[in-house]
């Protein structure tokens, strides 16, 4: 069985994903500047800065061997929650003039370690929300 059993928590088991994102984005000179940013109903897992952008990552943790990969959960729905809840983190900081990008870190357990995929620009914001 592998570090997810199926007797942990998902929020556990989101919780370990999202150490590992961080640890290997760190490692990748990105500087994590948020962990589950929260504002009433929105939520962003990680928001980091690669030099001088602004990088919102959405972390997808899976057990190996589960159907589907990390990238899948990232619906157009989920998206445009994305979206939206990037503009309000630019709003409450005021850094619209700041560049901006979407990534995703899909993180799988493969029994031995969590294994992440840095998928940088992941999607594009244009038509998933107001002010894009």
């Known amino acids: 069985m592998g570090l997810f059993s199926k007797v942990i928590p998902s929020r556990r088991r989101g919780d370990l994903g999202e150490d590992a ?4 984005l760190e490692s990748r000179g990105m500087r994590v500047i948020e962990r589950n940013w929260r504002h009433r109903q929105w939520e962003l897992d990680l ?8 990088v919102f990552v959405e972390v997808k943790t899976r057990a190996a ?3 589907g990969s990390p990238a899948d959960g990232l619906t157009r729905a989920k998206r445009a929650r994305l979206v939206r809840a990037a503009g309000q983190y630019l709003t ?3 850094l619209w003039d700041v560049p901006c990008r979407f990534d995703l870190a899909g993180v799988t ?18 038509g998933l929300g107001p002010g894009w």
């Open 92 to 94: 409450k900081n005021e």
């Open 47 to 54: 928001v980091c800065r690669d030099g001088d952008t602004l």
């Open 109 to 126: 357990d493969t029994g031995a370690s969590l294994d992440v995929e840095h998928i940088e620009n992941a999607f594009d914001a244009e």
């Open 21 to 24: 994102a961080a640890r290997y």
């Open 65 to 67: 061997g589960t159907m």
